[in-house]
C-alpha cells in the first residue's frame, strides 16, 4: 500500500530510495535497474520501497521531479537556476541536481526526463496563469514542448560538452528561457 505526505520521515525515505536509485543508474542503464537493485542500495525492505511507490516508474518521476523542482535542497527549481543570470554551477548540490538529470537522460531515460518536465512546466506554467483552473492555450502548449525539448536536449550533450560550449550552451538556454517566457505571456494575455 502506497502513501502520499507521511511528513519528515516518509520524505527522507523517499529521498534515500531515490538516492539509492541514482546511485544504481550510475552502474546500469535504466531498463537494468530493477527495484530489488534499488531496495539493496538502500538497505531497506520490499515493503518499505512499495509503502511510498507503486514501482520503479513511480520512483523514477518522483525522483526527477524532486531533482528539477529543488535542485539545490532550499526549494530552487532547475528552471530558476538555469534562468537566473549566473547559475551556481559551483555549488555541489546543484551540480549534482544537474548530474543526476543528465545520468537518467545518458542511460535511456530521455522520454521518460523529457515527460516530466514537461508535465512540469505545464503545472508552473498553469497555477501561474490560470490560477482559477483551465488549460492553457494549444500554442502555450506547443511553446513550453519546445522549450523543454531544447533543454533536454542541451542536458544530453552536457557530459561530452568542452567548458565553452558549456558556457554558450547554459547562455543560449536563458535567452531561450526568456525568449520562451514572453511567448507564453503574451499568448496567455492573447487567450484571455
Known amino acids: 500500500m502506497r502513501r502520499e505526505g507521511g511528513g519528515r520521515a516518509a520524505a527522507r525515505m523517499r529521498e534515500r530510495l531515490a538516492d539509492a536509485f541514482w546511485e544504481c543508474l550510475d552502474a546500469a542503464r535504466l531498463d537494468a535497474v530493477s527495484v530489488g537493485d534499488v531496495i539493496a542500495a538502500a538497505g531497506v525492505s520490499r515493503g518499505s520501497f512499495y509503502y511510498h511507490f507503486a514501482d520503479k516508474d513511480e520512483l523514477v518521476r518522483w525522483a526527477l521531479r524532486h531533482e528539477v523542482i ?79 525539448g531544447g533543454l533536454v536536449g542541451m542536458l544530453s550533450r552536457a557530459d561530452t560538452s568542452t567548458e565553452a560550449h558549456r558556457r554558450a550552451s547554459v547562455a543560449f538556454l536563458r535567452e531561450q528561457h526568456a525568449r520562451l517566457r514572453e511567448h507564453v505571456l503574451s499568448e496567455v494575455l492573447v487567450a484571455s
Do not use: H, K, N
Open 70 to 148: 529543488d535542485v539545490d535542497r532550499r526549494g530552487t527549481s532547475l528552471v530558476a537556476v538555469m534562468a537566473g543570470p549566473e547559475p551556481d554551477d559551483e555549488d555541489p548540490i546543484v551540480a549534482r541536481g544537474v548530474r543526476r538529470i543528465c545520468l537518467l537522460i545518458d542511460r535511456g531515460g530521455m522520454d521518460v526526463a523529457y515527460d516530466a518536465m514537461l508535465e512540469l512546466a505545464i503545472e508552473f506554467w498553469t497555477r501561474a496563469q490560470r490560477p482559477e483552473g483551465g488549460r492553457l492555450p494549444d500554442e502555450v502548449v506547443a511553446a513550453l514542448e519546445y522549450g523543454v
